[in-house]
Each structure stands twice: as C-alpha cells, then as structure tokens.
C-alpha cells in the first residue's frame, strides 16, 4: 500500500520561505503524476502545482512565480518550495499521487498524504 508523507509545514511571516517534502513509500517502482493541494478554511481543496514524470509543471495562477514544485524519482519524493508567503497562502497542504505501479506490476492511483499546515501570519 502506497504511504505519502508530508513534512516541511509551519508557522511563517508573510514574504518568508517554506519547503514542503511528500516521501512515497511503499513497494513502489514508478509514480506518474505528482503535486500539491491545499485547503483553507471554509474553502473547497483547490489545486497548488502538479509535476509529470517527465518533470512537467503546472502551477495555480495565485502562486505563479512564488513556488516551485520538483521532484526526486529515485527518492520518490515530491517537493513544493515556496517564497514570499502571503498571508493567504494559509491552508492545509495536501500531497497527491496521481497513479503509479508497484515492484509487483499492479497499479495504484488517487493516493493522498495527511496534510501539512502552513500558517502565514504576523
């Protein structure tokens, strides 16, 4: 059974830097598509960036030129670093697997992590 972990949340003021990290782990041989969610208060989840296994990257039009999203296929691991953090960039941050196999040949798909809380405030 595929496991996503996230870490890296935290408390930050606004204009500072987070880096979230989402480890797979699991019998895992390959990933397809990864990426970042989040969710405030009150709010539907909502899309934050994706990367393709190809290193492919799509981001949200709010965080365009803020954050970075990359990957570690060898680690199998999903990064979000994110700079100049704005008060409502606050949410919980969710890491997605979109599909992926197994060392075993079956497939996996639509795995989420935990979640993380990023909290940007003065």
């Known amino acids: 059974q595929v496991q996503l972990v996230e870490s890296g949340g935290g408390l930050v003021q606004p204009g500072g830097s987070l880096r979230l990290s989402c480890a797979a782990s699991?019998?895992?041989?390959?990933?397809?598509?990864m990426g970042w969610y989040r969710q405030a208060p009150e709010k539907q989840r909502e899309l934050v960036a994706t990367i393709t296994s190809n290193e492919s990257t799509n981001y949200a039009d709010s965080v365009k030129g803020r954050f970075t999203i990359s990957r570690d296929n060898a680690k199998n691991t999903v990064y979000l670093q994110m700079n100049r953090l704005k008060p409502e960039d606050t949410a919980v941050y969710y890491c997605h697997a979109d599909s992926g196999r197994y060392h075993s040949g079956a497939y996996f798909r639509d795995i989420w992590g935990q979640g993380t809380q990023v909290t940007v405030s003065s």
């Open positions: 699991g019998s895992i041989f390959s990933i397809n598509g």
